[in-house]
C-alpha cells in the first residue's frame, strides 16, 4: 500500500514544488471527499483579490494528461481539496482538442490516476480504489459504461497496456522479508525496527519488508489475468524507490520486450551508489539482459524507438552524483553499442519523446531557469529549442505535427496547451482555474541579471506585490533554493509560492546562485564540497544590489529557505552582519557531522561533503557547518520540520532550536509529527503559513 500511497503523491504533487530537487510525491494519506461535496467544491468562490492559503487549496491540480491515439482528446486527472476536512478527491477529465471544451468523466468515491489510452483509442484506462483495492478500470471516452477490468489480490500500483493491447504490464507490492513479529511469532504484540544492514528507511518510510516488482498479464475477454512476476525472488524495487515513477518502464513497440529501470544494489552498496541500469525483459524468453552496463551512474526511463531498433534513456555517468548532468543516451540493438547524444549541449534533458520517423527526439531542457521543449536528430545531433518564453513545460507528448503540454509559471497552475512546433507558439486549452485567476491578482514577475562578485552575470527573479507602488518602501524576503542543485525555475508551488509571499507585500528577491542547473555544467557543479562558500556570497550579492532600489526598505530584510535552503539560512544567521531581521529555516542541515551520520542515502552526502566527518584529514565542507558558527547568531528565527523526513532529520532542527535559545536568540519551533521533508495535509500547510508570515510580520512590519 505505500508504493500506492507514494504514487499518487506523485501524480498529484509532479512539478507543484521545487523547495528541493524531488517534487512533492513524499508519502501522504489521499483522503476522499464525500461526494455530496463534490459539485461545491468544483464551483468553489473565490471572494478574496489576493493570493491567501486557503486559496491555494482551492486550484484544482492538473495531470497525468495524455492524448488520444487520434490526436483528438486529452485524458487528464484534477485533484481537489477541502481543507476544511483534510480530505480530496482526484477524477478524471478529458478535453477536446479542438473546441477545447472540458468534461469530467468519473466521480468514483476514491482516487482516480495513472491514465492510460487503449491503443486502439476506444477505452480510457486508469486506475482506481472503487472496489477496495486498486485496480484497472475501464471508460468510453464519453464518460459511459466504467468497468473494473482486473482483479489482482492486494491490487496494483501502475500499469500500461501494450502496444498491441492483448498485454499489460503492472507493478504489484511483493513481501519477501519476514517481520520482527514473524520472527518472534510469540510476540505479536512487539513493535520495533531492526536493521542489520544500510538504507532500513528511506525519505520518510522505513523498510516495508515488500519490494515492488513488474508483472505481465495477458488480457482474456476484456479482464486481466493474474500476471507472471518478471522478478521473482528479487529484493529491489522497479520502478526505483522513493518514487516508484512508473515513467520508469515501458514496453518495445511489438510488445516482445519491457525496458525498465533497477538498481540492483542492497543494503550498504545501495546507499552508497546511484548506480541504477536499463534492463531488457523478453517477455517469451522469459530473460533479462542489462544493456547499460558500465555506466556507473543513475540511468533511468527507456525508450524504445517507434521501430524498436533503439532505445533512448535518461543518464549521468558520474558514480555517487545524484545532480550529475542528465544526458542522452542512445543504444543500437544491431551493433550492440550505446552513445552519448548530448556531448555538446552544456544542460539537462528529460522526458524523452521520439517523433514518428525516429530522426529526432524530443525532450525538455533547462535554459536559464525556464523549462523548455527541445529536439536533436540522431543522425547530426544538430538540437533546436522549440519553445522559449518564462515558464515551466513539464511534460508533452507529440503526435505528427501536434504537441500537447503540460506547462506551469510562477503566476499560473498547470494547464494544458497546444505548442506549434514550427514557432513555438503555443496556444491555452485547459482553464480549470479560471474561477480563481478571474478573481486574484497576481504581482509582476522580473527578470534580472546581476554581476557576482567575481564578474559572473547571475539570474535573479523579482517578484513583486500585487498593485506594487514604486514610490512605497517595501520589505523584502531572500529566497534560499534547496536541492542543492534545482533551480529557482517558473514552478509554481503549493506552499512555497512566491506569488503568496507577494500577495503579503513582500518583494521577493530569488537568486539562481551557483550550484543550480540551466546555466551549464560548471555553475550547477560549483557548489559540492563548496556549502559556504561562493554561493553564500551570491545570495548577498542578490540582496545587496536589490537593496539599492528605493522600493525595498533595506532595514526590513528577511532569509527564508528550505533543505539546503534551510541550511543556508542557518549560515546566513552566522555571518550576514547585521543585514537581515528575520530569519524562516525548514528542514535545513545545523550540524553536518550529524547529518553525514543521520541522513539515509549516503551518495549525496559522500559527493557533496567530501566523506565522513571522521575522515583525515576532515574534507572542507565540514567547516562551514552552521553549527559551528552560532555564537554569532542574533536575529529571530522560525525553525520548521516533519517527524517523517529521513533525508534531514527533524533532529537537525530541535538542534538549531535549542541552540538558538541557548544563546539568547528569539526562536520558535514547529515540528509536525506526521508530515515529510514537505507538509502535504492540507490544514498543515495552511498553518505552515499562517505561522510563516505572522514570523516575518511580527520582525518586518
Avoid at 97 to 116: A, H, R, S, W
Amino acid at each position: 500500500m505505500y508504493k500506492l500511497i507514494v504514487l499518487l503523491g506523485l501524480f498529484v504533487f509532479l512539478f507543484s514544488s521545487c523547495c528541493d530537487k524531488y517534487p512533492e510525491c513524499r508519502k501522504q494519506e489521499e483522503q476522499v471527499v464525500e461526494k455530496s461535496m463534490v459539485d461545491s467544491l468544483s464551483r468553489l468562490t473565490i471572494t478574496e483579490s489576493r493570493l491567501t492559503p486557503e486559496t491555494l487549496w482551492k486550484f484544482g491540480r492538473v495531470g497525468g494528461s495524455v492524448l488520444s491515439p487520434d490526436g483528438k482528446i486529452v485524458a487528464f486527472s484534477v485533484t481537489r481539496y477541502d481543507y476544511t476536512t483534510n480530505k480530496s478527491y482526484t477524477d478524471v477529465f478529458k478535453l477536446d482538442v479542438t473546441n477545447k471544451e472540458t468534461k469530467q468523466l468519473t466521480d468514483f468515491i476514491g482516487p482516480e490516476f495513472n491514465i492510460k489510452w487503449k491503443p486502439n483509442g476506444e477505452k480510457i484506462g486508469f486506475i482506481a480504489t472503487e472496489s477496495g483495492d486498486a485496480q484497472i478500470w475501464e471508460i468510453n471516452p464519453d464518460g459511459t459504461e466504467p468497468v473494473q477490468v482486473s482483479f489482482i489480490e492486494g491490487g496494483i500500483n501502475s500499469f500500461e497496456y501494450s502496444p498491441d493491447g492483448s498485454r499489460v504490464l503492472y507493478t504489484k507490492d511483493v513481501k519477501l522479508d519476514k517481520t520482527p513479529n514473524e520472527i518472534y511469532e510469540d510476540l505479536p504484540l512487539a513493535n520495533v525496527h531492526m536493521a542489520e544492514d544500510l538504507m532500513y528507511r528511506h525519505w520518510n518510510s522505513w523498510h516495508d519488508y515488500k519490494y515492488s516488482h513488474i508483472f505481465v498479464a495477458k488480457i482474456k475477454d476484456g479482464k486481466v489475468i493474474d500476471g507472471t512476476d518478471i522478478m521473482e525472488g528479487e529484493k529491489w524495487d522497479a520502478p526505483l524507490s522513493p518514487y516508484f515513477d512508473p515513467a520508469e518502464m515501458t514496453w518495445s513497440p511489438d510488445g516482445k520486450l519491457i525496458a525498465y529501470t533497477c538498481k540492483k544494489l542492497t543494503g550498504m552498496e545501495y546507499a552508497l551508489s546511484t548506480n541504477s541500469d536499463i534492463y531488457l525483459y523478453n517477455v517469451d524468453a522469459k530473460k533479462t539482459e542489462n544493456i547499460s552496463e558500465g555506466l556507473e551512474g543513475y540511468d533511468k526511463y527507456p525508450r524504445f524507438s517507434p521501430d524498436g531498433k533503439k532505445i533512448a534513456w535518461e543518464c549521468m555517468i558520474t558514480p555517487g552524483y545524484e545532480s550529475d548532468k542528465v544526458r542522452l543516451y542512445v543504444y543500437d540493438f544491431e551493433s550492440k553499442t550505446k552513445e552519448d547524444l548530448t556531448v555538446s549541449i552544456d544542460q539537462n534533458v528529460s522526458h524523452l519523446v521520439w517523433d514518428e520517423s525516429g530522426e529526432f527526439i524530443y525532450f525538455i531542457s533547462g535554459v536559464n531557469a525556464t523549462y523548455q521543449i527541445c529536439k536533436i536528430n540522431t543522425g547530426t545531433r544538430e538540437w533546436m529549442q522549440i519553445t522559449k518564453g518564462p515558464h515551466n513545460y513539464t511534460s508533452f507528448e507529440k503526435l505528427g505535427n501536434l504537441i500537447i503540454a503540460e506547462k506551469m509559471s510562477m503566476s499560473m497552475a498547470t494547464e494544458i496547451f497546444k505548442v506549434e512546433e514550427m514557432t513555438g507558439k503555443d496556444e491555452q486549452l485547459s482553464y480549470i482555474n479560471k474561477n480563481i485567476y478571474d478573481k486574484v491578482e497576481m504581482g509582476k514577475v522580473e527578470e534580472r541579471w546581476i554581476r557576482t562578485y567575481d564578474g559572473k552575470q547571475m539570474l535573479v527573479w523579482v517578484i513583486y506585490p500585487p498593485q506594487f507602488d514604486e514610490t512605497k518602501k517595501y520589505p523584502a524576503l531572500l529566497y534560499c533554493q534547496g536541492g542543492p542543485q534545482s533551480a529557482v525555475s517558473q514552478f509554481f508551488s503549493y506552499r512555497w509560492n512566491f506569488q503568496m509571499m507577494a500577495a503579503n507585500d513582500y518583494i521577493i528577491v530569488a537568486p539562481n546562485r551557483r550550484g543550480l542547473p540551466s546555466f551549464g555544467e560548471a555553475w550547477n557543479a560549483q557548489i559540492s564540497g563548496d556549502y559556504g562558500g561562493k554561493n553564500m556570497r551570491d545570495y548577498l550579492t542578490a540582496i545587496d544590489e536589490l537593496s539599492k532600489e528605493d522600493f525595498i526598505d533595506e532595514e526590513r530584510l528577511g532569509a527564508v529557505g528550505a533543505s539546503y535552503g534551510g541550511f543556508s539560512v542557518y549560515w546566513l544567521a552566522g555571518h550576514h552582519k547585521k543585514r537581515f531581521k528575520a530569519f524562516i529555516s525548514h528542514c535545513g542541515m545545523f550540524n553536518l557531522e550529524s547529518q553525514y551520520a543521520a541522513t539515509e542515502e549516503m551518495f549525496f552526502v559522500n559527493h557533496d561533503l567530501g566523506g565522513p566527518y571522521w575522515k583525515k584529514p576532515q574534507p572542507r565542507s565540514y567547516r562551514f557547518s552552521p553549527h559551528l558558527y552560532v555564537d554569532k547568531w542574533d536575529t529571530p528565527i522560525l525553525i520548521i520540520s516533519g517527524e517523517y523526513d529521513f533525508r534531514i532529520p527533524y533532529t537537525e532542527s530541535l538542534q538549531a532550536f535549542n541552540a538558538a535559545k541557548l544563546n539568547g536568540v528569539d526562536a520558535k519551533l514547529l515540528i509536525f509529527p506526521e508530515e515529510s521533508h514537505f507538509v502535504l495535509k492540507p490544514q498543515n500547510s495552511i498553518l505552515w503559513q499562517r505561522e510563516f508570515f505572522g514570523w516575518l510580520d511580527k520582525y518586518l512590519k
